[in-house]
């Protein structure tokens, strides 16, 4: 059975405040859009912190559902949530198979958590992960040092180069901001 795949995710921190865009593609296999309008980006723990995922469709799911429950056994602390799922997903078996990418923001921080099971607090406000990252990231780059956007609108406008660019990525957008 073909691995449902896909998404860009793009994370803005700027003048306080912090979003993460994604698009709504879901493409099984490497050729078929399978869905166009799925959301991957969430609020989670109260709506104190923002999340957004990329990689196998299930496999993000279950990190997502991993690191809600970190939030709630640290009490809300991002970092010590994301390093301990980072840990996890280098130690545990079955986590350790899991092909997929998050970032996390709250009104402090914003972390990206690798497929490695690291942990990364991104350099000039922007970081992307997924399809179509790199796309997003350099749009996002550029639009942070080149504009006076919000962070909400840089993001969204960094997702919306990137799915004219990536063909697993589309112009579905989510934004969620903390």
Not at 14 to 30: L, N
Request: glycine share 10%.
């Amino acid at each position: 059975m073909p691995e449902f795949r896909g998404t860009t995710i793009c994370a803005v921190k700027k003048d306080g405040k912090t979003a993460i865009a994604g698009d709504g593609q879901v493409t099984m296999g490497e050729s078929v859009v399978f869905k166009n309008s799925a959301v991957k980006v969430r609020r989670i723990y109260g709506g104190k912190v923002v999340l957004g995922f990329a990689g196998s469709v299930s496999d993000a799911f279950s990190l997502s559902e991993h690191f809600e429950g970190m939030l709630n056994k640290f009490s809300g602390n991002l970092m010590r949530s994301a390093v301990e799922l980072a840990e996890l997903w280098r130690s545990d078996k079955m986590v350790r198979r899991l092909e997929a990418m998050m970032i996390v923001a709250d009104k402090d921080q914003l972390l990206m958590i690798s497929g490695n099971g690291e942990v990364i607090e991104p350099d000039g406000g922007v970081c992307a992960i997924g399809s179509g990252g790199n796309y997003a990231l350099a749009a996002g780059r550029a639009l942070i040092q080149e504009t006076d956007y919000p962070a909400e609108e840089i993001a969204y406008k960094a997702l919306k180069i990137a799915s004219e660019i990536c063909v697993f990525t589309n112009d579905h957008i989510t934004v969620e901001t903390v």
